[in-house]
C-alpha cells in the first residue's frame, strides 16, 4: 500500500504542482511553514541543543493532544534527566499551545515532517531519535515506514478509537494495518480501545490498556498555585460558582441562571472565565447589561461585586480550588466541551452541557459516578446546582466523590514510563 500511496502522491503533484507552488508562494503561512516542514534549519536546531541519552522524539497532532502530552513529558524529564527530549506538534496552534506551557521540559520543539518519503527519511536520520512516542493519533504512511526502515522503535500511548475513525479504519484496513504494526506497542485507554484494535487486525500481543493520561495531565505541575480566597478577597461565608473555560453564548445561560439563584442564596459568587481571555471586555459589558455588578481580575479583587470576569492568563486551573461548584464551558454550545478533570481533581462538584464530545469518556465515567451532572437546559443548570446549595452534605458528598474519581485513575504516567524502560533496555 505504501507503493500506491506514493504514486498518488507524485500524480497529485505532477497534476498540480503551478496551484501548490502559487498557494505556497501567496500566503505567508505556508511560506514560513513549508521550509521548515522540509526539513530546512533542522541540523542546526538540533546542533545547539547537544545530544542527550536517550534521545526521545514526541509528537502530537493539536492542542488536546498537546494538553494530554505534558504532564507525560514531565514525568520523562523526570525519570531520564539528562535525556534529549524534543517534541513536535502537527498543527499551528499545537506548537503556540506547547510554547507557552510554563512547565515544559523539552529541549526543542522542532517541525514535523510533510509526509513525502525522502523528506520523511532525512528527518529521521537527522533526528536520529531512540525512541518515538506519538500521543494519540496522527498516523502517517511515510513517516512510520520510514522509523521501521531506520530501525526506531516507536509506541503509540494514550491511544484511543472513536466510532467514527474505527469506522474509517475499518474501512480502509489494507491501508491503516501496516501503519499499525509498525509500533511496537499500542498503549490505549481503555479496553474497548484495544478491542477494536483487535477487531482491525492488530496483534493482541503489540496492545496493552494502560488507562488516559488526561487523569494525570488535571495533576497542577510545579508552576500551578492553587489559589485562596484571600487571593480574590472572596469572604469565607460566600459560596463560589465558578464557569470556566466559557464561549458566547455560554456566559449569558450562566448569568440568567445565577440571577434566579442569587433571589435564594444572596451569598452566592459567580466567577466567568472566558476561554479565550480577549473576550473579556464583550463579557464584562453583557454582566453589567444584566444588571450584575461585576469586577475585572486584572483590576484587582473581588470586593463586594456580584461576579468577577478571569481576564487574566494561567489563574483558571488554580482558582478552582476556591470553587464550591463548577460549570464546564464549551458544552452548551457546539465546542467539544473542555477538561472536566481541572475542577474535580480540586473535589469541585461539575456540571457541564450536551457537548462534550473531546471528553465523551471522561464525562461518562464522571456521571456514572455522580460526581458530574449532564445538563441541556439552563432549567436544568438552575435545578442542579439549586440542589447542591439547598442541601451542603450532598454538595461535600458529591465533591468527595470527584476527587476520588481522579485519584483513583492516575498513575497512568508511572505505567507508561515502566514501559518505555522496557522498549529502550
Known sequence: MIFFYNLLQILGFCLLWPLVLLVVACKAKYRLRIPKRLGLGLGSLLADIGRGKPRIWIHALSVGEVASAASFVRSLRQHYPHASLLFSAATSSGRRYAQNISDFPVDAIIPFPLDLYPVTLRFIRTVRPDLFVLI???????????????????????????????????????????????????????????????????????????????????????????????????????????????????????CAVFQKLLRRFPLLFLVIAPRNVERSDSVVKLVRQMGLSVARRSKGVAGEDQVMVLDTMGELAGLYAVADLAFVGGSMVDQGGHNPLEPAVFGVPVFFGMHMEDFADVAEEMMAEQCARQVQTADQLLEGISGLLLDEKLRKKTGNAARVFVSSRQGVNLRHMELIERVLS
Open 136 to 254: 494519540e493519533t496522527d498516523f502517517w504512511p511515510n513517516f512510520l515506514h520510514g522509523l521501521r526502515r531506520e530501525k526506531v522503535p516507536a509506541l503509540l500511548v494514550n491511544g484511543r478509537i472513536s466510532q467514527k475513525s474505527y469506522t474509517r479504519y475499518s474501512a480502509f484496513q489494507p491501508f491503516f494495518l501496516p501503519m499499525f504494526n509498525s509500533f511496537q506497542v499500542l498503549a490505549m485507554q481503555r479496553r474497548q480501545d484495544m478491542e477494536k484494535m483487535i477487531e482491525l487486525g492488530v496483534d493482541p500481543a503489540r496492545l496493552m490498556v494502560l488507562g488516559n493520561l488526561k487523569y494525570d495531565a488535571v495533576l497542577p505541575s510545579a508552576a500551578v498555585r492553587p489559589c485562596t480566597r484571600a487571593d480574590f478577597a472572596i469572604g469565607p461565608d460566600r459560596v463560589v460558582f465558578l464557569a470556566g473555560s466559557t464561549h458566547d453564548g455560554e456566559e449569558e445561560i450562566v
